[in-house]
T-cell receptor, first 116, second 111 residues
Framework: GAVVSQHPSWVICKSGTSVKIECRSLDFQATTMFWYRQFPKQSLMLMATSNEGSKATYEQGVEKDKFLINHASLTLSTLTVTSAHPEDSSFYIC????????????FGPGTRLLVL | LAKTTQPISMDSYEGQEVNITCSHNNIATNDYITWYQQFPSQGPRFIIQGYKTKVTNEVASLFIPADRKSSTLSLPRVSLSDTAVYYCLVGAGTGFQKLVFGTGTRLLVSP
């Protein structure tokens, strides 16, 4: 099946610093990738839709200047949390569309971010 | 985007069959129904997807009635390792459409 990876798997940073999370589709090309955030005991919340070569589309309430998304190639999308604060601590998950019949989305393993 | 409703939690025992039903009354004609499984601190894992009638793979079956307003995920002979959260989603169609996760069903399998 299609494989999506994320790096790093976990990161601890100081408040005010920026953190970059990478999402890669390893064995397929994904013109569209999605970024989610999940707090403990809660469901996944869609943050933004990332299309290769164009600006990301953010969901209502998500600050685009704080969560910078870049989708420079068909296999890589990055999420940068700028000037991170403790309330940004969460589990960040990406997914990628394989684009085949049935429109299945494949998810990465997630990145745990802890901001001190 | 069609909204889904699932039971918040379910309990079962090893070896039993578990059926999780999802309601999606506003499903669109071109929507598919997809189920994901998520373990703590992991990304969701695709289980099964269908459009109508019945779909079966090596891990589960998906039953979809003719009106497609609901669907049932069937897990045969569950084991302790099936303890997870199960999400039912409807969406996608002709393009790369975003998916909206509901609350999911927290399944606890006991010995």
């Amino acid at each position: 099946g299609a494989v999506v990876s994320q790096h790093p798997s976990w990161v601890i940073c100081k408040s005010g610093t920026s953190v970059k999370i990478e999402c890669r589709s390893l064995d397929f090309q994904a013109t569209t990738m999605f970024w989610y955030r999940q707090f403990p005991k809660q469901s996944l919340m869609l943050m933004a839709t990332s299309n290769e070569g164009s600006k990301a589309t953010y969901e209502q309430g998500v600050e685009k200047d704080k969560f910078l998304i870049n989708h420079a190639s068909l296999t890589l999308s990055t999420l940068t949390v700028t000037s991170a604060h403790p309330e940004d601590s969460s589990f960040y998950i990406c997914s990628a569309y394989q684009g085949l019949a049935g429109e299945t989305q494949y998810f990465g393993p997630g990145t745990r971010l802890l901001v001190l | 985007l069609a909204k889904t409703t699932q039971p918040i939690s379910m309990d079962s025992y090893e070896g039993q069959e578990v059926n999780i039903t999802c309601s999606h009354n506003n499903i669109a004609t071109n929507d598919y129904i997809t189920w994901y499984q998520q373990f703590p601190s992991q990304g969701p894992r695709f289980i099964i997807q269908g459009y109508k009638t019945k779909v079966t793979n090596e891990v589960a079956s998906l039953f979809i009635p003719a009106d497609r307003k609901s669907s049932t995920l069937s897990l045969p002979r569950v084991s302790l390792s099936d303890t997870a959260v199960y999400y039912c989603l409807v969406g996608a169609g002709t393009g790369f459409q975003k998916l909206v996760f509901g609350t999911g069903t927290r399944l606890l399998v006991s010995p």
